[in-house]
């Protein structure tokens, strides 16, 4: 199985902070999201990746680029814990970068990804979003594609008022907390949405999704949406939604990215730093 992790957008929701910092380079912690992200796919197993990116973030394959002149200046300072460090993120996984000509929607970055997929299922992870849980949202997601193999992604459960933010879905649960979609709907008003289980970020996709995307239309703001793909593979084949209890960050909120930073440091390292200054506020 190989994953894609489209992170081409202009990142709006949280300019001007994201003007010239691609939002998946956004430091959490002691790492920038998307390396998050990426260890979530790795630590399901999945270590073939394609990111989706664009011309004006060129930040994130810096960052997973051997730099040489870094290292060796390690080296000669006698840094080998920091070395060591660097060079576990060039070999994080086997990474290929695509380049989004155009932002056109999260349904048109994954269709610049066909030919890296090929005819494999494939995992699309949002490179702004951090999930957590055991066992991680991707591994959880790919159990149950082994176990089936038909297409599944993850939910959560959400406040009527969140409809908006969100793809929603509906269906018939055949299991505890999997369920055989009937219906997606993108961002509908709370009175529209016809369940509140909102499409969180992760999915695992047999490869007949292409089929689908590339026949969808665009939408008013010109984008081509994941979800209207989804909704027609979810007609014509078994689709199954799974709801993750585990914690998902949203890392284009300030909220979230302010939460993420709280509740990932006091399960680190860092845990007595974090105590250290909250003692002080």
Not at 46 to 66: C, L, S, V
Not at 170 to 197: R, T
Not at 249 to 276: C, R, V
Request: proline residues 5%; charged residues 25%; glycine residues 6%.
């Amino acid at each position: 199985m190989k994953a894609v992790i489209p992170a081409a957008g202009f990142g709006t929701r949280f300019l001007p902070l994201t003007k010239a910092q691609p939002k998946e380079m956004l430091p959490v912690v002691n790492k920038p999201t998307i390396q998050w992200v990426i260890e979530e796919a790795v630590d399901a197993g999945i270590t073939d990746i394609a990111i989706i990116t664009g011309k004006h973030k060129q930040a994130i394959e810096n960052h997973f680029r051997p730099m040489e002149k870094l290292e060796s200046a390690l080296e000669k300072a006698g840094k080998t814990n920091e070395l060591e460090k660097i060079r576990k993120v060039n070999e994080i996984a086997n990474l290929e970068f695509i380049i989004q000509e155009k932002q056109k929607g999260l349904g048109h970055a994954i269709l610049c990804a066909e030919d890296f997929v090929g005819n494999n299922p494939f995992a699309v992870l949002l490179g702004d979003t951090i999930c957590t849980g055991d066992p991680n949202c991707t591994k959880g997601l790919v159990d149950i594609f082994e176990e089936r193999q038909r297409s599944v992604f993850a939910v959560e459960k959400i406040k009527p008022e969140e409809t908006r933010r969100y793809g929603i879905v509906s269906g018939k649960e055949i299991e505890d907390g999997l369920m055989l979609v009937d219906n997606l709907v993108e961002k509908p008003e709370p009175e529209n949405a016809p369940s509140l289980l909102g499409v969180l970020g992760r999915y695992v996709f047999t490869p007949d999704l292409f089929k689908y995307q590339k026949i969808t239309e665009a939408g008013a703001s010109e984008e081509i949406q994941l979800t209207d793909a989804m909704q027609a593979l979810a007609q014509n084949s078994e689709m199954f939604s799974w709801t993750f209890h585990g914690k998902r960050y949203d890392i284009g909120t300030m909220k979230d990215w302010f939460q993420s930073h709280l509740e990932l440091s006091a399960n680190s390292e860092f845990s007595p730093i974090l105590k250290e200054v909250l003692s002080k506020l």
